[in-house]
């Protein structure tokens, strides 16, 4: 069993070609397949080996489906791309292994304490990183910034520069929490891409300036070698419990080295075809672990400056079936 199944596969085309072109590279005749619930409508599925539909990850049945697939196409590692599969997946760990199936996935509690940006604030805070001042929403000090404990894709989140915005929607808003407002004309807004191997430990760590977003999503970035590294390295150098790629936000001061930690999402990231660029391979990483059984080692042997444009392109397919 040494094929690839990435899930909720959706638009992650250049994330399943780079899997295609490291297996053809090294030589594995392996295949990358993909799940979603509407494969003809799903780009990355379409360019993929084949993509199965699945239901819908809070169904009783996913995993059931989902482990019928990994036997029907002898898969040997699942990635996911989507937060919302990330708990019941490592809630099945067990499960997967009894098949013969790895998960690129951390431990459950690490994913808890992700989801919830509460618990990623106080986990910050205990591995020395620290994180944007809370502000109390009823005595607010102006401008802060607000957004849901359990949000993703940048959504519901607000800019609140004076009490003309602090509307009653958003004071009466229960999943909002207020912070300190961080000016980007002193700090910059990096995506860190940290690949943890089955031991635990990084094996590297990748800072992504974010330059332009889109719907969340890095638009344009560029890799930078600064002292993010370093302190990264000395602080999340070692989690038990974590695997996989781990994209962590954070805003930097160059002028002190001020970091403040931001988030974690567990999975590979939206713009990791940067940190691929820039050569840092976290899909070969995960195929010598996962599917050839070697270790992998830390390593920084990857490029500075490295500069990604995105543009939309497409995907035409003729005489289709949705």
Known sequence: MNNILITSAGKRVVLVQIFQRTLQEMSLNAKVFTTDMRPGMAPAGIISDGCIPVPRCTADNYIDSLLAICQEKQIGVIIPTIDTELLVLAENHQRFMDHGV???????????ICRDKRLTKDFFLQMGIAVPASVDKNHP????????????LSTNIHIIRNAEDLTHDILTDPKLI????IDRQEYKEFTVDMYYGLD???KGIVPRERIEIRAGEINKGITRKN??????????GVLKGV????????????SDGDVKGIEINPRFGGGFPLSYYAKANYAEYLI???????TVDYSEAWLDRTLMLRYDNDIIVYDAEE
Not at 227 to 236: D, K, M, S, T, Y
Not at 243 to 254: D, P, T
Request: net charge positive.
């Open 102 to 112: 790895r998960l690129a996935v951390p431990d459950k509690e690490f994913i808890r």
């Open 141 to 152: 000090s102006f401008p802060m910034f607000a957004k849901p404990y359990d949000g993703s």
């Open 178 to 181: 207020f912070m300190e407002y």
């Open 200 to 202: 635990g430990c990084v």
């Open 227 to 236: 002292g993010i590294v370093p302190f990264l390295l000395q602080r999340l």
């Open 243 to 254: 695997r996989g790629c781990v994209c962590l936000q954070l805003f930097y001061r160059e």
């Open 288 to 294: 010598r672990e996962y599917l050839l059984g070697e």
